[in-house]
């Protein structure tokens, strides 16, 4: 098959971006618009000012991917786009482009799921990964994703069957994601949003063992399961059969409050708050220079735990299931110390473990083109009144 050029667009949280993929491999080009700034006084992303950005940003991104990959809107071969799951309006803003631009353009329209995209940024960067240029380019099923971002942390059991991938979830939070946690938490101690980027880089200068939270308490076992592609309520013995692995980061940001209160940190945070806010794009030094030793010590403990808990569930899953390759992907994926615990842990155990390059993490339409690519292959097409589902679910 000649090479396929797919111009992939996401639009279903806080970034307008587009992308060429060729072959659902090798990226042309990849454009990011971010609305960090507008969202950074809010401490989140405000839904109906993302669907604003989105509307003005759209049109400059798309002709931006074209032309850095030297492509036009007819050279393409199909048009990708996220259908979900995200915010209804900003999702809209790039499902109604992307159709106009099919339906003008007469070129196939492909509906992604926005976890799958994560999932296949995965594939973007295997290339250029050390054991597969060595000659085992053969990727091993089944594969277990781990999807950390922050709005999701999934466990996603990956078969593939032809050309396409077939997912089952085995664990998802019960509450807040992974990446939701370190966005409130930095919230909460004055350190701005989003949270993830920053605590990353202030966890060296803290000590990680200095504060001790609880493990996540999961009461209740989830009971919901699929079976034949349906989702049912699983009886105890299917549950042996599948058993799951839930997350909860709901507590820990609780106990992060307390400790806060307990320690009369208040007055500190709310001067940091201060001080960060007039300074249009504080670095290291500047956050390092309104923390002190216990606020380090502080975000540094509560990585530690975040990381514990997602490297210890997710191994477990993967011996639990037999799995023969781990994928850890999504925004939180980009953090430092996740990627090296989970490097040196799955070596231990002889599992492959695979991360996205650090830009391809966190969201982007590269991944979407990537996931794109075996739907292109199978002529899996999306007919032309297909709509945003917000909470839409992968399988
Ligand atoms: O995948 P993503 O860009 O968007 C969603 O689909 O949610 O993920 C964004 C999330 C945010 O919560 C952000 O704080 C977190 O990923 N994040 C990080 C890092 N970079 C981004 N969390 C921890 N360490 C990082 N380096
Ligand atoms: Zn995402």
Same mark, same amino acid.
């Given at each position: 098959?000649?090479?396929?050029?797919?111009?992939?667009?996401? /639009?279903?949280?806080?970034?307008?971006?587009?992308?060429?993929?060729? =072959?659902?491999?090798?990226?042309? =080009?990849?454009?990011?618009?971010?609305?960090?700034?507008?969202?950074?006084?809010?401490?989140?992303?405000?839904?109906?000012?993302?669907?604003?950005?989105?509307?003005?940003?759209?049109?400059?991104?798309?002709?931006?991917?074209?032309?850095?990959?030297?492509?036009?809107?007819?050279?393409? %071969?199909?048009?990708?786009?996220?259908? #979900?799951?995200?915010?209804?309006?900003?999702?809209?803003?790039?499902? /109604?482009?992307?159709?106009?631009?099919?339906?003008?353009?007469?070129?196939?329209?492909?509906?992604?799921?926005?976890?799958?995209?994560?999932?296949?940024?995965?594939?973007?960067?295997?290339?250029?990964?050390?054991?597969?240029?060595?000659?085992?380019?053969?990727?091993?099923?089944?594969?277990?994703?781990?999807?950390?971002?922050?709005?999701?942390?999934?466990?996603?059991?990956?078969?593939?069957?032809?050309?396409?991938?077939?997912?089952?979830?085995?664990?998802?939070?019960?509450?807040?994601?992974?990446?939701?946690?370190?966005?409130?938490?930095?919230?909460?101690?004055?350190?701005?949003?989003?949270?993830?980027?920053?605590?990353?880089?202030?966890?060296?200068? #803290?000590?990680?063992?200095?504060?001790?939270?609880?493990?996540?308490?999961?009461?209740?076992?989830?009971?919901?399961?699929?079976?034949?592609?349906?989702?049912?309520?699983?009886?105890?013995?299917?549950?042996?059969?599948?058993?799951?692995?839930?997350?909860?980061? /709901?507590?820990?940001?609780?106990?992060?409050?307390?400790?806060?209160?307990?320690?009369?940190?208040?007055?500190?945070?709310? /001067?940091?708050?201060?001080?960060?806010?007039?300074?249009?794009?504080?670095?290291?030094? %500047?956050?390092?220079?309104?923390?002190?030793?216990?606020?380090?010590?502080?975000?540094?403990?509560?990585?530690?735990?975040?990381? %514990?808990?997602?490297?210890?569930?997710?191994?477990?899953?993967?011996?639990?299931?037999?799995?023969?390759?781990?994928?850890?992907?999504?925004?939180?994926?980009?953090?430092?110390?996740?990627?090296?615990?989970?490097?040196?842990?799955?070596?231990?155990?002889?599992?492959?473990?695979?991360?996205?390059?650090?830009?391809?993490?966190?969201?982007?339409?590269?991944?979407?083109?990537?996931?794109?690519?075996?739907?292109?292959?199978?002529? %899996?097409?999306?007919?032309?009144?297909?709509?945003?589902?917000?909470?839409?679910?992968?399988?």
């Amino acid at each position: 098959m000649p090479d396929a050029y797919i111009l992939g667009i996401e /639009s279903s949280c806080d970034e307008t971006a587009a992308a060429v993929v060729r =072959s659902g491999e090798q990226v042309i =080009s990849n454009v990011v618009a971010s609305q960090i700034a507008t969202h950074q006084p809010y401490g989140g992303v405000v839904p109906e000012l993302a669907s604003r950005e989105h509307l003005r940003a759209i049109v400059p991104v798309v002709r931006q991917a074209l032309a850095e990959a030297k492509q036009t809107y007819n050279s393409v %071969d199909a048009i990708a786009v996220t259908q #979900g799951p995200g915010l209804a309006g900003a999702l809209l803003v790039g499902i /109604s482009y992307a159709k106009a631009l099919a339906f003008a353009l007469d070129k196939p329209l492909i509906a992604v799921n926005h976890l799958e995209g994560h999932i296949h940024a995965v594939l973007l960067d295997l290339s250029q990964n050390q054991e597969r240029q060595e000659g085992n380019r053969e990727l091993q099923f089944p594969v277990l994703a781990l999807v950390v971002s922050g709005g999701h942390t999934h466990l996603y059991l990956a078969r593939a069957s032809d050309r396409s991938w077939t997912y089952e979830n085995i664990g998802h939070t019960r509450d807040d994601a992974a990446g939701e946690a370190f966005d409130k938490v930095a919230k909460l101690l004055g350190l701005g949003y989003p949270g993830g980027p920053v605590i990353d880089r202030l966890t060296p200068h #803290g000590n990680p063992n200095a504060v001790k939270f609880p493990p996540a308490q999961i009461k209740h076992p989830d009971r919901r399961g699929r079976k034949d592609g349906r989702s049912v309520e699983l009886d105890s013995d299917s549950l042996d059969d599948h058993p799951r692995f839930d997350f909860s980061y /709901s507590g820990i940001k609780t106990a992060i409050l307390r400790y806060v209160e307990s320690h009369d940190m208040r007055a500190a945070i709310e /001067s940091r708050r201060q001080a960060l806010a007039n300074i249009p794009k504080p670095k290291l030094a %500047d956050y390092l220079a309104h923390c002190d030793r216990r606020t380090l010590d502080l975000v540094a403990s509560f990585q530690r735990a975040i990381v %514990d808990d997602l490297v210890g569930k997710t191994l477990a899953a993967a011996r639990a299931y037999d799995v023969a390759t781990l994928f850890v992907t999504g925004g939180v994926a980009a953090n430092q110390e996740l990627r090296q615990r989970f490097e040196s842990e799955g070596a231990k155990e002889g599992l492959p473990v695979f991360f996205p390059s650090r830009p391809l993490s966190t969201d982007n339409a590269a991944m979407i083109a990537a996931a794109a690519f075996p739907k292109f292959q199978a002529r %899996d097409f999306a007919a032309m009144d297909f709509s945003a589902e917000a909470g839409m679910a992968l399988k």
